[in-house]
């Protein structure tokens, strides 16, 4: 059994989705949305959301804005081809719907991580490069960190689980970072990467509380948008959330109209419990096999765009993501691993609802292991 401890929000006055908030003080309770929606609500729900503060009042950071998305595009494509969406007819037949699939499986890192890696590098002043990054990462953000560093010319040193995924690892090292195994789990290394950063002078990078990041990643649906204008539904995977963030303020902020849905593993609900309750929420452990949306903690940037911008939040069972990962590659011949298959679980899961609709699925990234593969093949069935 998970226990979690619940923490207000200490920020100025804002209006969170079901709860209304003054001084970090719950004032009034609004209903909730049902989770199981039998119809999508289209532009009067999404006239509703609440304007964006340009800052996150808990850490102070500057909300990043389609504008910075847009210069991050820039820097992204410099080094960045953009990435193929697919519109497998299988996975439309599978879900009732125009399925498109955005193939981040295929960057250079296998993540779409590796967007936001670069944006924020590019930004660092000489003397930051000089001093190194540090960082902890399941292995997808310290991958992106690692290239990233090796395009810009910087040491980077990333924080990772003692059990973490060995291809990661293994790409890390070829990218030139040094790996130090610092702890149980993401979040524990977090804190390691930190005192490590500090004892070294060197530049702290955070996995969700940094703009750039947000602004870098968020570029992959500016890809989607600029195929499919007429999109009606992304789902998207979340860890700490800057995926889905940045996917708000890309698509939602190009198309209010269009439904960005959420989706975390059920063994690793933090950012989905905190965008329901409006509080931020920690958990002592997480139990999941992918890594990928492995963190036992909601972080303030990303929490203040979802709250404001996300249509809705799903949770999926680590069974539903291994049928997932097999449902892919029996239709698409692509391999995801657990979080990047999360959103064809969850597309899965409410395909009554998305009958019609033009829906992209997030293929967020595809470093399964063999082993894993394996797992899920000895386990599971395709739908
Ligand atoms: C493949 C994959 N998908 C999704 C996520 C979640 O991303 P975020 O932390 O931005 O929510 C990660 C995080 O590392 C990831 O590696």
Same mark, same amino acid.
Not at 57 to 70: E, I, M, Q, R
Not at 180 to 189: A, I, K, Y
């Given at each position: 059994m998970i226990t /979690? &401890?619940?923490?207000?929000?200490? @920020? &100025? +006055?804002?209006?969170?989705? #079901? %709860?209304?908030?003054?001084? =970090?003080?719950? $004032?009034?309770?609004?209903?909730? !949305?049902? $989770?199981?929606? $039998?119809?999508? !609500?289209?532009q009067a729900e999404a006239d509703? /959301?609440?304007?964006?503060?340009? /800052?996150? !009042?808990?850490? =102070?950071?500057? %909300?990043? *804005?389609?504008?910075?998305?847009?210069?991050?595009?820039?820097?992204v494509d410099r080094y960045l081809a953009p990435t193929p969406l697919i519109q497998p007819p299988a996975l439309g037949d599978l879900l009732g719907c125009n399925a498109y699939v955005k193939c981040e499986n295929v960057q250079p890192i296998g993540?779409?991580?590796? +967007? #936001?890696g670069i944006n924020l590098l590019s930004q660092l002043s000489p003397d930051e490069l000089g001093r190194g990054v540090v960082t902890a990462s399941t292995g997808n953000h310290g991958q992106s960190i690692a290239y990233a560093a090796r395009l810009f010319g910087a040491r980077a040193t990333i924080h990772m689980p003692e059990r973490a995924n060995p291809l990661k690892v293994a790409a890390m090292r070829r990218f030139g970072a040094e790996v130090?195994?610092? @702890?149980?789990?993401?979040? *524990?290394?977090t804190g390691a990467a930190e005192a490590d950063a500090a004892a070294r002078g060197a530049y702290f990078v955070h996995t969700s509380n940094e703009p750039r990041l947000i602004a870098g990643v968020a570029t992959y649906?500016?890809?989607?948008?600029?195929e499919v204008p007429d999109l009606d539904v992304l789902i998207v995977p979340v860890g700490g959330g800057s995926g889905a963030s940045g996917a708000c303020i890309a698509g939602k902020g190009i198309n209010p109209r269009l439904r960005g849905i959420a989706v975390q593993a059920e063994g690793a609900p933090a950012v989905y419990e905190t965008w329901r309750s409006g509080r931020f929420v920690a958990h002592d452990r997480v139990d999941t096999f992918a890594e990928g949306m492995a963190t036992r903690v909601s972080h303030s940037l990303p929490?203040?765009?979802?709250?404001?911008?996300?249509?809705?939040?799903?949770?999926v069972s680590d069974q539903d993501l291994r049928r997932a990962i097999l449902t892919l590659l029996a239709t698409t011949g692509l391999?995801?691993? #657990?979080?990047?298959?999360?959103?064809? &679980?969850?597309?899965?899961?409410?395909? /009554?609802e998305l009958a019609g609709r033009n829906v992209a699925l997030v293929l967020s990234g595809g470093n399964l292991t063999l082993d894993a593969l394996a797992g899920a093949l000895a386990t599971e069935q395709p739908w």
């Open positions: /979690h &401890a619940v923490t207000d929000n200490r @920020g &100025a +006055r804002a209006t969170v989705r #079901g %709860l209304q908030w003054a001084n =970090g003080r719950e $004032t009034r309770k609004v209903p909730m !949305p049902a $989770t199981a929606q $039998t119809e999508l !609500p289209g509703q /959301h609440a304007a964006l503060p340009a /800052h996150d !009042p808990a850490s =102070g950071l500057a %909300l990043p *804005t389609l504008l910075d998305v847009y210069r991050a595009r820039q820097v993540a779409f991580k590796v +967007r #936001g130090v195994f610092s @702890g149980v789990d993401f979040d *524990t290394c649906a500016l890809e989607i948008i600029e929490a203040q765009i979802l709250w404001r911008r996300l249509d809705d939040f799903r949770l391999l995801a691993e #657990g979080a990047g298959a999360a959103a064809l &679980a969850a597309a899965y899961a409410m395909r /009554h």
